[in-house]
């Protein structure tokens, strides 16, 4: 296995690495951050220092300082993520976790599972940035605690929370290519014995963007293709008495997004409608017995729109509905959690006129049933984590695992070592889908180990994880079809995620210093290939300083070349971008931000014939909390 890095990738890393050798004796004289806590990794709030996976939050400072734009543009500027998207913000986005597919990733909204059943993947580009508040990654496969897809890991995405005295947040803001942004929300409780909190945030984004495609694309047109999303979301608890809690909540949001399929004048769009609900139940039925019970329904609605005539029109539904029940039990230093779910997923499909009970080709259900338990054990200096799960539906039953350990050789120096196993269920598409689909097709599997070492003293962090992910049964497009005429999906590939990643932060004289290094080798290991826009080196570098009541800010993404396709035809170019940012508090309730991205108006290509955005600027007045 080689990692190639290149000189420049290596400095970006290097730099802030001699940084923090220089800082360390200044640094351990500090005082310690409180430990943040963690939710996703265990399904139970857990500090970061006792977690074994690998875990990354972005807090709501940094999420108030991406300005407009997208989720995916955020998750960019973290280890262990690269992304695809066809044109603008709005457009068609992929996100990539260790290398594996954006269908091989599990996305939740506040507990809630998002994505399409006919792709299996997330709708990254209608997910609204003004209403998160923080955003847990945990990295590796995560299949035995949240079944089928986790196999690079899960995305989960909390929205703002209500506490204490009323409190209101509002934005405006605009900028190149026609940007511009409003948002507003209200959060509080009212305290007492049955306290109620509540959290309602909506927002409006827009922008005329640029053309999605290049000279050389299918249906190349030259024309802007913009976007408009429009978002609303919500949650209300009450205390019922002391530990017990009951609640809803809500998200729906709206992307019109235009984009090219032909050189007419016809405005060609999609229209995608994300919906979460949810009500919730939490109990503390003794002081070692917690139990949350939860009834999800979530919608994945896309409409596309190619001419005027009926065959240009399309419309594929997806809706989730989930109840999920969990006991978590403290035993002495040990936790044990068992969780009971049910999930059915059904898929509306038609094309041309939509017609009340006009069924598509994709037009079914499934259902699936599971159970899984975990146990955690801490004993001194030891961390052990277990857990198991099964689920069972129509691609039969599908029993995973997963075993970590933990060691701190010192209170600042900790190591870690898991394995797992995960698999990803066949889409509807690539089960039914008419002259590709295969009913017999099984699910794809993955087999994990990797290995982490962490360094944390007051005001440094040096974290390095490896990871092997083998890959079997992948689905892929065959030509011929091994049982009938034609090309069709069919388990045959193995593939292999592998890869180093490096972090450290650090505060040196006052400058708040970041880096990140993704030394990985994703390949298709039937053919010996690198897997389809995923490069071999990525990484980045922030570093932020306040005087007085403006903090400024510097980001830098690299990224290697990567190959457009399976066959490594068609190659695309590596990029660097950097991004430089202000942020003025102008008194204790306004600022005001100011973001330039790709401040050197790097052209590059995150997905051939493609477009990306160039030198862009955005700025914005923003008065309560973030």
């Not at 923090?20 to 951050?33: E, K, L, N, Q, V």
């Not at 309602?200 to 050389?216: I, L, M, N, V, Y």
């Not at 050189?263 to 503390?284: G, P």
Request: glycine share 12%; with cysteine; charged share 20%.
């Amino acid at each position: 296995m080689q990692f190639p890095v290149s000189r420049q990738a290596a400095a970006l890393v290097l730099a802030p690495a001699l940084a923090i050798t220089a800082s360390s004796a200044f640094a351990a004289g500090a005082d310690a951050t409180p430990e943040t806590v963690v939710v996703t990794a265990t399904r139970t709030p857990e500090r970061a220092d006792q977690l074994i996976a690998d875990t990354t939050v972005i807090g709501s400072e940094e999420i108030g300082r991406a300005g407009a734009g997208s989720v995916a543009d955020l998750l960019a500027r973290q280890r262990g993520i690269e992304i695809v998207r066809n044109g603008g913000p709005g457009a068609s986005t992929s996100v990539f976790l260790r290398g594996a597919n954006s269908n091989q990733v599990v996305v939740l909204i506040d507990g809630v599972r998002i994505g399409s059943s006919t792709t299996g993947a997330a709708s990254w580009n209608a997910i609204p940035l003004a209403a998160i508040d923080r955003i847990e990654v945990v990295y590796g496969p995560l299949s035995s605690l949240y079944g089928a897809d986790a196999i690079g890991g899960v995305v989960q995405i909390f929205t703002k929370r209500g506490s204490g005295a009323p409190q209101i947040g509002a934005s405006i803001g605009g900028g190149t290519y026609g940007t511009r942004q409003a948002d507003a929300a209200i959060h509080g409780a009212s305290g007492g014995e049955h306290s109620v909190s509540y959290s309602f945030g909506a927002s409006h984004e827009a922008a005329d963007g640029f053309s999605a495609t290049r000279p050389g694309a299918f249906g190349y047109n030259p024309d802007d293709d913009g976007y408009r999303r429009n978002s609303a979301n919500g949650r209300i608890a009450v205390q019922l008495a002391d530990g017990h809690e009951a609640g809803a909540q809500f998200l729906k949001s709206r992307l019109r997004a235009q984009y090219d399929s032909s050189a007419s004048s016809f405005d060609t769009r999609n229209i995608q409608d994300l919906d979460s609900y949810a009500l919730f139940l939490n109990d503390r039925f003794l002081p070692n017995w917690r139990s949350s019970l939860q009834v999800a329904r979530a919608e994945d609605k896309l409409g596309s729109f190619t001419s005027t005539a009926a065959s240009g029109t399309s419309q594929i539904n997806t809706r989730q509905d989930d109840i999920t029940w969990q006991n978590t039990l403290g035993i002495g230093a040990d936790t044990l959690q068992v969780l009971l779910g049910h999930r059915k997923e059904e898929v509306l499909s038609a094309s041309g006129t939509s017609i009340p009970g006009v069924s598509g080709p994709l037009d079914r259900s499934r259902v699936t049933n599971s159970v899984a338990a975990s146990y955690s054990m801490k004993r001194g200096d030891h961390l052990v984590d277990l857990s198991a799960r099964n689920d069972h539906s129509v691609y039969g039953s599908k029993t995973t695992g997963a075993a970590g350990y933990g060691y701190a050789f010192s209170k600042d120096l900790r190591a870690t070592a898991s394995i797992g196993t995960s698999f990803r269920a066949p889409t509807y598409n690539e089960l039914y889908y008419p002259g590709y689909g295969l009913p017999s097709n099984k699910p794809e599997q993955g087999r994990n180990a990797e290995l982490g070492l962490r360094y944390q003293v007051a005001g440094v962090d040096l974290q390095a994880s490896y990871y092997h992910n083998r890959l079997t049964d992948m689905i892929v497009s065959v030509n011929p079809c091994p049982t009938r005429a034609g090309s069709c999906a069919y388990n045959v590939n193995h593939a292999l995620l592998e890869g180093l990643t490096l972090s450290a932060e650090t505060r040196l004289a006052g400058i708040d210093l970041r880096a990140t290094a993704d030394l990985q080798d994703p390949r298709d290991e039937t053919t010996g290939k690198q897997l389809a826009r995923r490069s071999r080196r990525h990484a980045s570098f922030s570093a932020s300083h306040t005087v007085g009541k403006l903090e400024g800010g510097v980001e830098l993404q690299a990224s290697g070349q990567r190959f457009d396709d399976a066959a490594n035809a068609n190659r695309l170019g590596g990029y660097g971008l950097l991004n430089l940012y202000a942020d003025w508090h102008l008194s204790p309730d306004w600022s005001l931000l100011v973001r330039l991205d790709n401040a050197a108006d790097k052209r590059y290509e995150l997905a051939r014939y493609y477009g990306s955005a160039g030198r862009s600027w955005f700025g914005a007045l923003r008065y309560g909390f973030r």
